[in-house]
Structures are given as structure tokens and as C-alpha cells.
């Protein structure tokens, strides 16, 4: 059975796992963009409703695909089960209102490259190939925080400018999505406190070579929030790179490790940009869900000029400098030292 097969096979059976009070809603279903991931969503909307949850009709064929025991009835029941969950209590009007929202907004970092799409619709900043875009909290439960992302066509409703979303964002972020800085190796220590007793010893072993390599690794620090979900926009809260520059003591790197998360390592001129670069393509290619990825590219902060780019800029910019300073050099060098004329007496003998 093909993708197209399957979403009529789907929607031609799901009101039999609903209740009689959905024999006369809308089945239908769209091309959903979100941010890192697109996908073709069902939705299920009784009469009267103005919200109902968008169901990722991609990731049911993958496990139907892929998973014997997965059915078409398994699959309906698992959608029966989303639709039939607390509908989404959300104050559409009060979304609406943007003196309601500025203190809920927040920001997100992903990829430019791959949400071209999506950036053409929604208000968003460029730094370098990343994208920050601004999100609305409208609630939190168990599951954690829901968020909607804010359009170019709600920021006409809000009668602001993006610069005024903006700056009101970066305000209200820290307090939304509270930053977060560990040190790579407390990280991975709290990882194994939580799950050594769920470990094989083989396993267990494993992670305690790792705490062992970690120890031997250069400083990382990792940057996120204390939900630890869509964290790597923290990088970006006012003043925050200023203060790791002014903590370390020194200019840094930054290492897009995912959505969720930057790696900060100090440069310490020891540490090749181009070995960094390589790593991260690495951890992308084998450790992290193509949905998850930020980038293949490393970044610098320059703490003396303030100036966050990618790390090969900043070594350009380097060697300009240090071009510039020997030929400042040289021509001061060149030019002879010119000692002021002694006026001649008028009746010289």
C-alpha cells in the first residue's frame, strides 16, 4: 500500500472508531510546514469546532510500513485516541490580542536553509545560516509547554512591526524558556545517575568509560533551557554571549549540537575550526534526527569586537587584521624621521 493508498484507507475508516457525535465531521487533510519538518496532516473537525489537533499522517505510515503489528484498524485507533483527548483550550481572541501575548513570547533557532518555506510566511531574524523565529506559550502540561509560531499574517492582526516582536521577545524569553549552562561532563553524569539502575552492566560499563573520556575531553559547556526542548535559541538571549565571554575569560566556540541544544568550547587557540566542523558533521550524520539538526557549521564569538559569525570568518577577519597592522607597520617604518628646519640667520658669514 502507497502513502496516497493509505491516507484514503484512513480517512475512509476513522469515524468507525469515533463516537456517533462525529458521523458528520469533516474528515480532511493538508500539507503542514513546520518548523524542521514537513509532513501531510489529518484532521478530524466536528461542527463548531475551531480547533482540532493536526495528526502527522507520515509518521503513522512509517510505522505501518515498517512494524508487522501495526494495522490500519491499529492506526485509526491510535488517531480515535488523539482526536478524543481534552480538546485544545485555547482563548483564540486573546491569541489575538498582542498585548495578551508579548509577555508569552519566546524564540527558536533552526536552520535557514531548510525552513525556507516556512521563513517566507513568518516574521523572522538571520544570524548568519541560522533563523529565529518567535513563538507564543499558550500553555503547559505533563507533555510540556505548547506554542504556536507567530505568522506574518498574525503580526498584521497585532498591528506591530517584527522589530517590535522582536524586542519584545528577547525580553520575555529568559523568563518563558529559562536559560540553562552545564558543563558537558555534569550532563552526562546526571544522565547516568537517572538511568543506571535501567542499565545491563555491559551498558553500565560503557557509561562509565564514557564519564571516564569525558574528563579528559576540553571544557564543553552546554547551552539550553530547563525544559532542555528547543534550548539552542538561548545563545541568542540579550547579553548572554557577552557573559559566557566575560565567565571564560576568553573568545569562544559554538557548536550547533541540535535544536535543543549549543555546545560552547573556549578558544584557546589550541583547537582547530575545521576539526570542530568535522565533528559536528559527524554527530549530525549518525546521532541526531534529521528533525533535530541545526547545521553542519561551527561558530565563534568574539568577545573584544562583540561579533558572533562563522568560525571562518573569524579567521578571515583575523588575517585582515593582521595584514592591516603589517602594512601600518611597514609604513611607518618606511617614512623617515623628519627633524623640524632651523631657520637660517638673515647675514650668514
Known sequence: ???????????DNIKLFLPKDYENAEVSTMECHKLNRAYTGLMVRK??????????LNQLYEAYKTQPSVTIETVCRKIADIVLEAPIQVDLKAILNYENVKDKLFIRVSSAEANKEVLEIVPHQLKEDLAITYHVAVGKDQDGLSSMLITNEMMKEYGVTQEQIHEDAMKSSPRVMVPEVSSIGVLIDEIYQKNILMLTPDEREMLLETLQESSEMPTFFVVTNTERVNGAGVIFYPEFMDNMGELLGNNFFILPS???QM????????????????MVKE??????APAERLTNDVYHFDTKD????????????????EAQ??????VGKEQPDQ???????DMEL
Request: hydrophobic share 35%; aromatic share 6%; charged share 35%.
Open 1 to 11: 500500500m502507497n502513502f496516497n493508498e493509505f491516507i484514503n484507507e484512513v480517512k
Open 258 to 260: 541540535s535544536i535543543h
Open 306 to 321: 562583540h561579533v558572533f559569525e562563522k568560525a571562518e570568518r573569524f579567521t578571515e577577519r583575523q588575517k585582515e587584521k
Open 339 to 345: 627633524k623640524p628646519k632651523t631657520k637660517k640667520h
Open 283 to 288: 554527530v549530525n550524520a549518525t546521532q541526531v
Open 263 to 278: 555546545l560552547i568550547l573556549p578558544d584557546d587557540g589550541q583547537v582547530d575550526a575545521e576539526m570542530l566542523r568535522d
Open 47 to 56: 461542527e463548531g469546532e475551531l480547533l482540532t489537533p493536526t495528526i502527522n
Open 325 to 330: 597592522a603589517a602594512k601600518t607597520e611597514k
